[in-house]
């Protein structure tokens, strides 16, 4: 809401009041310190970063002094705070001990909360299939709040297993759930999770709103990175780079809200994505290469960042960063591409490219780059940043209408000093050494304001470069 600023600031007070309220009750009063650590979980889940919650000791400990139902719900959001934090091996027998206690009090909530974690405990312990026999489970016997987990864990089992139909179909019956059981946020995530399922198959069109309704749902949470960052590729390959960019500004207002780390090195690696995909191959490599020296960077989007920057330099380093890249857990299907790309070879024709992000990389890979929007007049173009407006810049608005001119009649060809100031200046008559200083500085400014990877000098003068794909309007 408009007031999201003030509350935030509210919450960081109620927050910061709690955690001291523990660490006085911590030692003496564990019952005390277990209620106040159930009120600060959700500080940490929401807020972040869930390693926050270092400061809240033995919460186990805390809950089993507890005991009883509230005890249960303790031991299972603790289960879950460890399994984000340090993994499956420690998080399961905290889970397992949550069900246990949430069973035995009768409190169906907790056990649904503990079971649906305890899926993803399974699935890394046991297998797809143990863990899709829990999941089952939990769809028959959730509270009616909770009937979306069953469905949910289902989506994400099955798209783990890579039968993306079924997980479509999982992830719509868990907005279903959500939906009526009026849990607007999992509708949000579960939204999110089928755009991506979509998106797998090729089917970007229908992933687009969906990632759209998901990320505006979730803003300014850190749950809406993934959906904006799904959202800028999305945007990408369907050619629309102004859209692409509205949705990294909107990932960015996130970011400053939030503050997560390893956010940051997301954010300038998809700029980098967008400045290849609008021919600006420089200005790619720069941004790799800035990602790869940002602090909390993941080691998959280092991976990424190092293969992509090895072959903006001409590849020589490529060898190696595929090495690092397989060795990071980079996406399968991306590291595909590289591999494709790194023999020469174009991918055979049943290869599956099931990833948004996959997608984009071939498509760059192969050449390709998304087209400059510019008016045939030279009132606007579009470039990365946005659309440009010129309509008031007479001369500027002139010598980018003859530039337009030019590539559309003899492409290659460049206009010479003298054609840009009969163009910019008709019918003036100025000193010949006045008049090269009008179109320098027009050049300049008209560079500045987004043209600089495509307007290019050439012996025989200024051209908008022939390699990249023009749209004129």
Not at 333 to 340: H, I, K, P, S, T
Not at 369 to 375: A, C, E, F, G, N
Not at 409 to 426: F, I, K, S
Request: hydrophobic share 50%.
């Amino acid at each position: 809401g408009p007031d999201h600023e003030a509350a935030g600031k509210a919450l960081l007070r109620d927050r910061r009041n709690l955690e001291a309220a523990y660490a006085a009750a911590r030692d003496a009063a564990p019952v005390v310190a277990a209620r106040i650590a159930a009120c600060l979980l959700p500080f940490y889940w929401i807020d972040g970063p869930v390693w926050g919650a270092d400061l809240l000791g033995d919460v186990a400990a805390h809950a089993r002094a507890v005991g009883g139902s509230a005890g249960a719900r303790l031991l299972a959001e603790w289960g879950v705070f460890e399994a984000l934090r340090h993994g499956n091996e420690v998080a399961g027998p905290i889970l397992e001990e949550a069900a246990a206690a949430a069973e035995a009090t009768g409190d169906v909530r907790a056990l649904d909360r503990a079971r649906y974690f305890l899926v993803f405990v399974v699935v890394a312990r046991d297998g797809v299939d143990t863990a899709r026999a829990l999941a089952v489970a939990l769809s028959e016997a959730a509270h009616p709040e909770n009937r979306w987990m069953g469905p949910n864990a289902l989506g994400l089992l099955e798209a783990r297993a890579g039968d993306l139909p079924a997980a479509g179909r999982a992830f719509e019956d868990a907005i279903v759930a959500a939906d009526r059981a009026g849990n607007a946020r999992v509708v949000a995530l579960a939204r999110g999770n089928l755009a991506q399922i979509l998106a797998r198959q090729g089917r970007n069109a229908e992933a687009r709103p969906l990632a759209e309704e998901s990320a505006r749902a979730l803003e300014p949470q850190s749950a809406a990175m993934n959906p904006l960052l799904e959202l800028f590729v999305l945007n990408l390959l369907s050619g629309d780079p102004e859209a692409a960019l509205g949705s990294l500004r909107r990932a960015e207002a996130v970011q400053r809200a939030v503050a997560r780390p390893g956010y940051d090195a997301m954010l300038v690696v998809s700029h980098a994505l967008l400045r290849w995909a609008v021919g600006d191959r420089a200005g790619a490599r720069d941004g790799f290469v800035r990602a790869m020296a940002l602090p909390h960077v993941s080691r998959a989007a280092l991976a990424q960042s190092r293969a992509f920057a090895a072959i903006l330099e001409g590849g020589p380093g490529l060898p190696e960063a595929l090495v690092s890249a397989r060795a990071d857990g980079c996406d399968p299907d991306l590291l595909a591409v590289l591999d494709a790309w790194a023999a020469g070879e174009g991918l055979p024709p049943h290869t599956p490219i099931r990833t948004a992000g996959a997608q984009l990389a071939r498509f760059l890979l192969a050449g390709g780059s998304l087209p400059w929007r510019v008016d045939a007049e030279g009132r606007w173009f579009e470039r990365p940043g946005g659309r440009v407006d010129l309509s008031r810049r007479g001369a500027m608005r002139r010598i980018l209408a003859a530039l337009v001119s030019a590539r559309r009649e003899r492409p290659g060809v460049g206009l010479t000093v003298d054609e840009l100031v009969a163009a910019g200046w008709p019918g003036e008559k100025v000193h010949p050494e006045a008049a090269a200083g009008r179109v320098y500085t027009a050049i300049r400014e008209l560079r500045g304001l987004g043209l600089e990877p495509v307007l290019q000098r050439r012996a025989e003068g200024y051209l908008l470069d022939p390699a990249v794909e023009l749209a004129v309007r």
